[in-house]
């Protein structure tokens, strides 16, 4: 060890140059960085989940689309919101990735001629709102409400709402930069229709996707320099001096930018949680660097010059920085065996971070300080011992004092808080990813509260037959479906298909509203309703080339997953009750099946996590007995946050699964540095009394910034609009701030009952 710092102090000038020229010519790479807000970021090309969901296309078509709304408190069925309506139904039209647009004033009715009323007509419910008088477009309102295809779905029961939809072409998905024209185009759009005095409400998947990647860039742009800033400040407290300030702040800028233009060389693109890498790699550089630092300044304060001041902090710390990026790079890596594809990218990047982080601390900043050589005043003995005695001692002789009522408080307090477990629910539903005042999120409240449901159900329904779904049992199947489905499920508000179109013949016809009793009239109703569509409104989605599927889409109001999941399994398993079968797919299932990739990712990276850093310190200490004194302030900080949110009524949502493995990476720097410590100060002979003493000098303090650091770090996601961020940060954050009681006061207090001895079993 001394060899390798000699060579450091040797080549101090190359480090201290060669490092921030690398970092430069990395940083050379932003130029290059994308945003990437897609729902497909979200699934692994070999997702079952997403294959189902592109097959559903290949037949179909897309289910995504552009969602305009707004509201008129006199009825939409007027010559001013007829015209806004037809003025953005004709521009959707014209728009590139457009593939049909529906809306009340293109809907196609279907009725019968006055004047030759044998003939039946398909045609745009209002080809000319300029000509018609207020009686007719009263007479048109009344129509409207009758016409069960669009009620409850393009315009509201009380008329007042409309909604226009721009459905997407197929590649659109899956073409780089079309949902920000999509966007862009509409914005421009409703800009020209300001002059109406309407609010306009946005919702869709161009929507959704322009939302993540604003969202994302906002909160890298604004919260990274703002936790630099803040950190800068909180090490000046800590260090009241520059140089630590400068020194542990440059070992952060220098990882992140590394890591970040790696991830930008190897094609990778930025989402929303990849974006928040940076502060990620703040919270773990900040501690290497300030631990190294702190004992430096000891040191120095103790009477040692500059360069055995270094030996001295680089020999001490050299093994706990270690151990403690490696154990938080495990944290972070065991993330990467998540099914969701942010989470993986993000854990496996940022497990390269802390590594990163641990080779720039322990060459630069000793490098630095050999340069730099900062002025330190010496402590003299008298005020040595006086601080030593008036914070370490007392915190010593209270652990021992009080350690039978620390550890039954704890199991109380614990124990009580854990009930909370039985609480817990997991909700992956995507619009709860953004708060309720986001534009988006703002539109999709507005839809369900005044029209219809903004989620949607796409149920592929098998008719087993080559052109089965013109049987009248397959459709008679269906329609006592869609009742018992509305019955069973409130949140079911409306269900469309070619059923629809069936019956509203029926009804022209023979002046029922029921499904005909013969194969021949059916096929004689869908061929005519066929030829009658203008170009752009077939009715190939709603049905495969052979007539045997059929489509039907049930809009849902926005519910948590686990409802979400029940309703999705009593849909399919009522038609496996059936001569026939039905697939629910569609966007909102794709979100929905995503909950159980969340508590597989947070069971899976914590037990990976907990059972590898065990088997480290294992290693390490090379005592059985040590681990449970491992494990119990590691695992403590996880089970109160969750048991917290069970009483709460917070419910796991991604932010939340990663934390976890995360909580563990980071936190268990604390119980490393305070072991590490307590076996130093064992091996040396010292009794437990002055063991705790030891640690409080070379580690507790340090301990105790790194968490008000790191916490605070993390809590700045408490302003982030996007919920999962937020979530992460609060429960991160608090676990930290548990995490450190723990390992000051609980873990002390169990080492007292079990080792409190004068001579430790590490001896």
Known sequence: ????????????????????????????????????????????????TLKQYDEFRDIFGNDDAIIIVFHDENGVLNKKALGVIDRLTEKLWQTKYIARVDSLTNYQYIHTDKEYPDDILVENFIEDYSSLSPQQLKEKEKIALKETMIVGKIISKDAKTTMIVGRLVPKASTTIGSSKFIKNAVDGYLAEEKKSGYKFYLAGGPVVNQTFSSLAKYDMTTFTPLVILMVMLLLWLVFKRASGMLLSISIVIFTFIIVLATQVLLGYKLNNFTANMPVFIIAIGIADATHLFWIYLLARKDGLENYAAIHYSVEKNFLPILLTSLTTAVGFASLGISEIVPIKTLGIATANAALLAFVLTILFIPALLAILNPKITKNDAKNKDEISSSLATKYATFIIKNDTKIIFTSIAVFGFISLGLFKLQVDSNSIRYFREEVPFRSAVTFIQNNLTGPMAYEIVIDSKAKDGIKSPAFMKE???????????????????????????????MVGKNEVPASNEIIAQYLLLYSLSLPQGMEINDRMDIDERLLRLTASMDVVNTSLDLKMIKWIENWWK??????????????????????????????????????LMMLFIFRKIKMIPLFIIPNILPIVLVLGVMGWLGITIDIGVA??????????????????????????????????????????GSAIIFTTVILSTSFLIFRFSDFMLNVNFGIVTAI????????????????????DGKEKSFLN
Request: glycine share 4%; charged share 20%; net charge positive.
């Open 658 to 699: 990663i934390s976890g493995a995360i909580i563990i990476g980071v936190a268990v720097d604390d119980t490393i540095h305070f072991l590490v410590k307590y076996k130093e100060a064992r091996l040396k002979g010292y009794n437990f009394h002055d063991s705790l003493t030891y640690i409080m000098k070379y580690a």
């Open 478 to 508: 269906v329609e006592k479906f869609e009742k018992e489905l509305k019955a069973k499920f409130p949140d079911a508000r409306h269900t469309s298909s070619l059923i629809d179109v069936v019956k509203r013949f029926n009804e022209i």
């Open 735 to 754: 676990a930290l701030i548990i995490a450190v009681l723990v390992d000051l006061f609980m873990l002390p207090a169990i080492l007292s009952k079990f």
């Open 1 to 48: 060890m001394k060899k390798f710092i000699d060579l450091i102090i040797k080549l101090r000038w190359i480090i201290a140059i060669a490092i921030p020229i690398i970092t430069i010519l990395f940083a050379l790479q932003f130029k290059h960085i994308q945003f990437d807000g897609s729902y497909r970021i979200w699934f692994g090309e070999n997702s079952q």
């Open 577 to 614: 009750n059936s001569p026939y079968s039905a697939q629910v797919n569609g966007q909102t299932t794709m979100f929905a099946h995503m909950q159980s990739d969340i508590t597989d990712t947070l069971i899976q990276s914590i037990t990976l996590a907990i059972s590898v850093v065990s």
